[in-house]
């Protein structure tokens, strides 16, 4: 009998030399009979004395108290590093009331003796929120559960920790009472650490009894070879007024309850999650600032202690605005860094106001004087494209936010996707974004605005929803809705709108948890000395919902048609939310073998270097493995998918494929050929001496192609933005067919070659140029920073001295404020003036690079280190790498050049 795939129950009256002899139940092997025989009469004395049986129930599956759904006897989960994923175990006592009931975790351990520590597992026990007065809508209570009952009654949401993630006091989780006949529940979470060894680790879950082993369920946990980014991708702004947490907890000093605020708004972060209002106004006075410096502002730069390491609030809004605060929002912004992520606000849903007309000129008003006082500064509206149409107001918005209702509705005047309207107002303006929100339509608002009688009907039934009486699928979907109609941003009413009530009425607009998504964790409450958030299954399911859309996203750099279909088999429109939570697992399991795929997770992610000359390589997956020498006299180097191309002390070329190691190298170009090289997919480029530009495209006996004559002082090979498939050939054909060469020449002009073969004039001036897919960056002559993504190229950074650029960001060194000072922008800043100070405060880089998965610098010393990419990742410790001339950081099949200090390969 395996220990890790049976349930055991241990009586409580079990002595003390059996347990000792049946000790250790997690680790695999077999237990000898006379234990086996033991602990079979062991279950028996156990359900005789505690009648408490124990299984696992999935995370996105609500069980109410007196549900008995089908239980698993063994939790089975996958996860990438830096994400978080939970499961259930569902305690349901007999006949006969079992009290005194607790858990306990230990560790997972994995391949080669790596472990998951038991601090990066939170317990939390469920408790319930009654449904008091009429339900929030008329649809069923699950999808799926044929056992569901009337929707009144309580249901699972607020989770009170075991111990908790803010100060680590224990709280009083448990003991558990689980009365008879009735289900109890404990959520168990995991966060999985963005270095861990991808592979499966083993652990388990112990239920205790009057402290004796009750029950052992064993765990199993496939953590994947990518990592999710700590920033979401789905960017969100969720407001909360300013006193709501400190005047439901009872606190009236400032400073207390700033920290108490601090501590919500860590909250939101740690489940990817943008409470859009963390400050009250600009500080006033020293004392505010100190707090907006102490408290708020790490939370900005991403330097907080939120458990995703550089985990950033992605939008801020300023909302009451007046004459003279506008240029004072936009230099305090710009002072601290988050200019790129400030929206003005200044009118709530026109249409539905009390008079639409007014409301709709006081939008178009504020909106004139904003773009007035910097024009690009940015201004939303929570509208449709139809009514800012017919009130002459679309080319005054910067982002619309739209209902998902407005964007795909049964029938009526939003029947059909919507989506389209949307597009040419899009390409108006570089600036232009497309947000999307649920509002109480989504559930039937009810009459009148509280908890009152909710609006009935299909039309108000399937759609996402955040309510306590609704499936926690549609509480998920929201984050795969998002990815189906191309939203960035979600924004949301409040955050805490009833948090002085939570525990016993949470009902507005008609629904049931409307605006509200914690529980005040006060120590009367749930124990300790200490205020903190209680947070609630929903926002768990949030953070869910925009993990699967990060899921979605990186599937889709790849392979958007399989994203595509994924999400549209799961979700055919908006309104069809309502889906059981074995489907939606099913979908999120082939996105993540997709991106765990073993053909391209061992192929392509790789790093090179050269020390004195000799070209070393090494794998980074499961771990970095050992480097390895390939070639010596070597003085550049590329690496495109399976390829390996350098170029040697003597400028010819060589290539092999097949492979980090194996295979041998080809000599494609003699001595003299070669100055400079570059390599995407299956395209190779080299510049002579004189500025001669050639191409190999395909096979590498495939011939040379004059493309320049002389006069290039710069080649630069395109990373590639299309679908790849799910093997490394595929994605290498895919790059290869959409690489693009370009060239500095000889009057610093930068010239890019167009799909028809004739070369394009894209700017002047330029020392160094690159792009991929459709973002490019240039760095003038002068040390100015420029970029552009199908547009026009915009200004963001001078006294520039190197720059690198990746998928969704871009990091470059600056003489400011010390030689070779490190700076860096997310996919959320790329295209928006600069303003930021160096990150880690990094000086005396002299050459930077970066892949989808590593991030490489090189010091002034020599010395190489590497970090995880993309940015907001890179608070981990630096790896030390040694030394060498330069480092190559591989993630695929592209190729960048990076100014001559080095060169970095990635597929998008």
């Not at 009337?150 to 224990?170: C, H, I, M, Q």
Request: aromatic fraction near 8%; glycine fraction near 8%.
């Amino acid at each position: 009998m395996r220990r890790t795939h049976q349930l055991l129950y241990i009586s409580s009256a079990l002595a003390t030399g059996l347990l000792s002899a049946c000790a250790d139940l997690t680790e695999p092997g077999e237990l000898e009979p006379e234990a086996n025989e033991a602990v079979q009469a062991a279950a028996t004395s156990a359900l005789a004395a505690a009648d408490l049986t124990v299984g696992v129930a999935p995370s996105s599956q609500k069980v109410r108290p007196t549900m008995t759904p089908p239980l698993a006897a063994t939790a089975s989960l996958k996860a990438a590093r830096n994400e978080f994923e939970a499961f259930q175990l569902i305690l349901k006592a007999g006949a006969t009331t079992v009290s005194n009931v607790s858990v306990q975790v230990g560790s997972l351990t994995g391949p080669g003796g790596a472990s998951i520590p038991a601090a990066n597992v939170a317990l939390y026990a469920e408790r319930y929120y009654k449904v008091f007065a009429e339900p929030s809508n008329d649809e069923p209570a699950n999808a799926e559960d044929s056992w569901s009952v009337s929707k009144l009654g309580e249901w699972p949401d607020a989770l009170v920790p075991d111990v908790d993630t803010y100060f680590r006091e224990k709280r009083n989780a448990f003991p558990l009472t689980v009365p008879a006949n009735a289900n109890r529940a404990v959520w168990v979470e995991l966060l999985v650490p963005q270095n861990q060894v991808p592979g499966t680790y083993t652990g388990s879950v112990t239920v205790l009894v009057n402290g004796v082993a009750h029950a052992v369920v064993p765990v199993s946990l496939r953590v994947g070879a990518f990592t999710l980014p700590s920033t979401p991708s789905l960017r969100s702004a969720f407001s909360m007024k300013w006193d709501e947490p400190a005047a439901a907890h009872g606190i009236t000093a400032d400073e207390p309850a700033a920290q108490l605020r601090a501590l919500y708004v860590r909250s939101a972060l740690e489940h990817r999650l943008t409470i859009a209002t963390p400050i009250d106004g600009l500080p006033s006075s020293p004392a505010a600032l100190g707090r907006f410096t102490a408290l708020t502002l790490p939370m900005l730069k991403g330097t907080s202690s939120a458990r995703l390491p550089g985990a950033k609030l992605t939008t801020v809004f300023h909302r009451e605005m007046t004459d003279t605060d506008v240029s004072a929002w936009i230099t305090f912004a710009n002072a601290h860094g988050f200019y790129d992520r400030l929206y003005f606000y200044p009118v709530d849903e026109p249409t539905w106001a009390g008079d639409p007309a007014a409301a709709w000129n006081t939008f178009k008003l504020w909106s004139d004087k904003v773009h007035a006082i910097d024009a690009s500064s940015r201004i939303i509206l929570t509208a449709s494209m139809q009514d800012a149409v017919s009130r002459n107001a679309a080319t005054k918005i910067d982002a619309f936010v739209p209902i998902i209702n407005e964007l795909e509705d049964r029938s009526g005047a939003y029947a059909g996707s919507q989506r389209a309207k949307y597009d040419a107002w899009m390409s108006g303006a570089a600036k232009r974004e497309m947000w999307g929100y649920q509002a109480c339509p989504s559930h039937g608002c009810g009459m009148p605005v509280g908890c009152g009688t909710p609006s009935k009907g299909i039309e108000h039934t399937g759609w996402p929803n955040l309510m306590i009486d609704t499936s926690s699928v549609q509480v998920r979907a929201f984050g795969w809705q998002s990815f189906r109609f191309r939203v960035t941003n979600e924004l949301f009413w409040d955050i805490a709108s009833m948090l002085n009530t939570s525990w016993t009425n949470q009902c507005s607009y008609g629904g049931h948890g409307e605006g509200t998504f914690f529980y005040t964790g006060t120590p009367a409450r749930v124990g300790g000395t200490s205020h903190i958030p209680v947070e609630s299954i929903r926002l768990k399911m949030m953070r869910e919902g925009r993990e699967d859309y990060e899921y979605l996203a990186m599937v889709a750099r790849t392979n958007p048609a399989l994203a595509n279909s994924v999400a549209n088999t799961l979700f055919p429109h908006s309104y069809a939310s309502a889906q059981t939570a074995a489907a939606l697992e099913r979908a999120r399991s082939q996105l993540f073998d997709y991106l765990d795929a073993p053909a391209l997770a061992a192929e392509v992610d790789r790093t090179a270097r050269i020390v004195a000359g000799t070209l070393q390589v090494r794998s980074e997956l499961p771990a970095p493995g050992t480097w390895t020498s390939v070639a010596t006299n070597v003085a550049g180097v590329r690496l495109a998918g399976d390829r390996i191309v350098l170029r040697k002390n003597d400028n010819s070329v060589w290539a092999k494929e097949g492979g980090l190691v194996a295979g041998a190298f080809v000599q494609l170009a003699p001595a003299g050929a070669a100055v400079e090289i570059a390599a995407a997919g299956r395209l190779i480029a080299l510049r002579s001496s004189a500025g001669k530009i050639e191409v190999k495209d395909g096979s590498l006996t495939s011939p040379w192609v004059v493309y320049v004559a002389s006069g290039a002082k710069k080649v630069v090979v395109s990373g590639c933005g299309v679908a790849g498939g799910n093997t490394v050939a595929a994605a290498e054909a895919a790059c290869a067919a959409a690489a693009r060469v370009g060239y500095i020449d000889a009057a610093n002009t930068a010239r890019v070659r167009t799909p028809a073969g004739a070369w394009s004039q894209i700017a002047t001036s330029v020392a160094d140029l690159q792009f991929f897919g459709d973002f490019s960056v240039l760095r003038t002559i002068s040390g100015t920073l420029r970029y552009h993504k199908e547009g026009t190229w915009v200004d963001i950074a001078t006294g520039v001295t190197g720059v690198t650029l990746g998928r969704d960001s871009l990091a470059f060194t600056k003489a400011t404020p010390a030689a070779g000072s490190l700076y860096t922008m997310s996919n959320s800043n790329l295209g928006t003036p600069f303003a930021e100070t160096p990150k880690f405060q990094l000086s005396n880089v002299l050459a930077l690079q970066m892949g989808i998965e590593r991030f490489a610098i090189r010091l002034g010393t020599g010395a190489l280190q590497t970090n995880q990419y993309p940015e907001t990742q890179w608070a981990t410790p630096w790896r030390a790498e040694g030394s060498g001339s330069m480092i190559v950081v591989s993630r695929a099949c592209s190729t960048m050049d990076l100014a001559g200090e080095g060169y970095v390969t990635s597929c998008y």
